[in-house]
RNA sequence: GCGCCCGUAGCUCACUUGGAUAGAGCAUCAGCCUUCUAAGCUGAGGGUAGCAGGUUCGAAUCCUGCCGGGCGCGCCA
């Protein structure tokens, strides 16, 4: 319908411009089709006429009415009318309004989804949290954010390719490598040992620790390390230089080749943690690309060799330098360190140049709003390299967990985290897919774990899983009262569903194909989610207002198959958020 | 100190990227009611969109300054 009419109005511009009322070198524009808030300004509405205005040399108003005059007639607009300064309101006949059913139960699982994307490639970069520990709320957020923008955009046409980014290459693996290494020592040695700042104290490193011991024995063990034997671990800057001090050590306790079996089993068992948990989550990757592949293909010296070709490399200090700033970064950033080892952000530009090589036409990056200091580096190498306008960053912001009032997680700094898997397992997969995904992910969201796990009407999840199951046991009721749902009778008298919440229900079905497209252009999930939660609170008010199961078997079944679609478009909605449509509650 | 994000009803949040009288859900208040399994339904009140300017036919949306909150500012990863 809405196609429809951007096609009148396009040929009644063309009428203009025939005759001489519009200039005929102008463009012709296309409309921009909104729904108005009120039943009063029509089924759709154009500003075309205030656009058309600028160019045009007259007032909004006379381009509107002789807009309307040029407007082909078609079977299915009642009346359109200019209403204010210059909006067109147009008018669908209401008779037309139930064809929105069968186009839904065709349709099938495919309503929806359309071909905006054209097949481009996209690639989708999510979570990438580093593996050196469980995921935690936080990074729950991005996954579900992701996951849910991964689905839309795959059922808007686009061709999506999900990728997770393991950095597993630096400094914190080899802490992480430690760490381990530490408890296994505790382990065999029986007496407890104290941590030294920095390295990671969570109990999943005890657990690593016993499985590496059950794998290797004995042959790992070595006189304890000197700082991990004080009493108490050294705070600060001294701290860090301890530290620094015990992975030299403990490299050459344990040679070079030991050290990075003990880094690799720890790597692994915690990539093997995340993706059962993400799995379980449903959320899931084509790839995961590892950080260490760069090292070993050439891959930095390359990106380091483009870089250079564009002269926005200088020497200084003996370290390289990327002339960022001059494509919008606050300052010029380290490539390479004055001791010849490359920088992250080196590593990083590689990952990204490999991106653009494979072949994508969009990259999407949904990060955590504590990387935003990033976001503007690499985009200015993006702008270097010669792709401007490639990459798009989501920034995902905190959400903060409360339990009722009750605080639940702690900002980054104190570094108390609930687990994402605490959370599932508190609230459950469908809730949480749900609730991070509710608001727009650039808000800071509250997370109330009370109302998520709630089995009541205040909670949007619980609300429109019901309104599935509903029909679902309205279908049900129909052979005990001896009668067949007969889809035929009920496409045939869509007609008789002229009720005024029948008619909003209509609408909002239909509806329901811009919200995906919307969702889609924007990057953004949510759009879905609060439509979810109006179009089954539109069909909760017409489910008590009016009944379904009525005597006369042609409203009964026009009834019947305007359920169904509600049904399915629920369902619908509910899969591109990972979120499961239930027949039964 | 500098940079980025955010500020909308009592609360949690929308407004389809500059359009019409800023909308929902909770909560509050007033009525109704016992249902095709769902203690529910209907209606009402509630706003200087942080504050102050600017841009234009038109601003919650764009630009500037202030106020308040979050995050980030290494030759760390």
């Known amino acids: 319908m809405k196609e429809k009419i951007q096609e009148l109005l396009i040929a009644a511009q063309k009428a203009l411009k025939d005759k001489g009322v519009l200039p005929s070198e102008m463009p012709t524009v296309k409309a921009t089709l909104e729904r108005p808030r009120h039943k009063a300004q029509g089924d759709y509405a154009s500003n075309i006429a205030w656009v058309l205005a600028k160019e045009g040399k007259q007032s909004p108003r006379t381009i509107a009415e002789q807009i309307i005059r ?3 007639a078609s079977p299915f607009i009642e009346k ?54 469980p995921l935690h709320v936080g990074h729950g957020r991005g996954a579900a954010c992701g996951a849910s923008l991964a689905n839309i955009l795959s059922a808007s046409g686009f061709s999506v390719h999900r990728e997770y980014y393991v950095n597993n290459v630096g400094r914190q693996m080899d802490i992480l490598a430690v760490s381990v290494w530490l408890r296994y020592l505790e382990l065999l040695g029986g007496q407890a040992i104290t941590l030294p700042l920095n390295t990671y104290v969570g109990h999943y490193i005890i657990d690593i620790a016993q499985a590496f011991m059950e794998k290797v024995g004995r042959q790992f063990y070595a006189l304890l390390p000197g700082c991990a034997s004080k009493q108490e671990a050294t705070k600060g800057e001294a701290g860090e230089r301890e530290l620094d001090a015990l992975l030299i050590e403990a490299k050459s306790l344990l040679g070079e080749e030991k050290f990075t079996a003990v880094r690799t089993f720890g790597e692994e068992a915690i990539l093997k943690d995340i993706q059962e948990d993400l799995t379980q989550f449903g959320v899931t990757f084509d790839a995961w690309y590892k950080e260490q592949s760069h090292f070993r293909d050439g891959k930095m010296q390359k990106v380091i060799e483009r870089l250079d070709a564009t002269g926005d490399l200088y020497h200084h200090d003996g370290a390289l330098w990327f002339n960022s700033s001059k494509y919008g970064d606050e300052k010029d950033r380290v490539v390479r360190r004055g001791n010849g080892e490359l920088t992250y952000f080196a590593s990083d530009l590689a990952y990204h140049l ?4 494979r072949g994508f036409d969009v990259l999407i990056n949904i990060v955590g709003a504590d990387h935003h200091g990033y976001t503007t580096r690499l985009t200015a190498a993006m702008k270097a390299l010669g792709y401007p306008k490639i990459l798009n960053f989501i920034l995902v912001q905190f959400a903060v967990l409360t339990r ?71 279908f049900k009721k129909l052979a005990p009262l001896g009668w067949r749902y007969d889809q035929t009778m009920g496409l045939q008298n869509v007609g008789l569903l002229k009720t005024k919440e029948e008619e909003r229900l209509l609408g909002k079905l239909s509806e329901y194909p811009d919200c995906v497209e919307a969702a889609a252009k924007q990057y953004e999930p949510h759009p879905v989610a609060h439509y979810l939660q109006e179009c089954a609170g539109c069909f909760h008010r017409y489910y008590n207002e009016h009944r379904v199961l009525v005597e006369e078997p042609p409203l009964r079944n026009a009834r019947l198959a305007l359920s169904l679609a509600v049904k399915q478009v629920v369902a619908n909605g509910l899969s591109l958020l990972g979120v499961s449509a239930p027949d039964t509650m």
């Not at 669908?92 to 065709?106: D, K, M, N, Q, S």
């Open 354 to 357: 490999t991106k653009v090589e």
């Open 404 to 474: 009722g009032k009750e605080r639940l997680s702690m900002s980054t700094r104190s570094g108390v985290f609930v687990t994402l898997r605490e959370l599932r397992e508190m609230v459950g997969n469908d809730a949480a897919r749900f609730f991070y995904v509710m608001r727009k992910s650039s808000q800071h969201m509250n997370f109330d774990c009370e109302l998520a796990r709630s089995k009541s009407h205040e909670n949007p999840v619980y609300t429109i899983q019901y309104a599935h199951a509903r029909v679902a046991s309205v």
């Open 70 to 72: 040029e407007f082909p």
């Open 80 to 133: 359109v009318e200019v209403a204010g300064g210059g909006f067109i309101n147009f008018y669908v006949l209401p008779a037309t309004y139930g064809a929105v059913i069968e186009r839904v139960l065709t349709e099938g699982k495919h309503y929806g989804s359309s071909n905006l994307g054209q097949n481009r490639k996209v690639l989708i970069e999510f979570v990438s949290a580093n593996p050196t520990g």
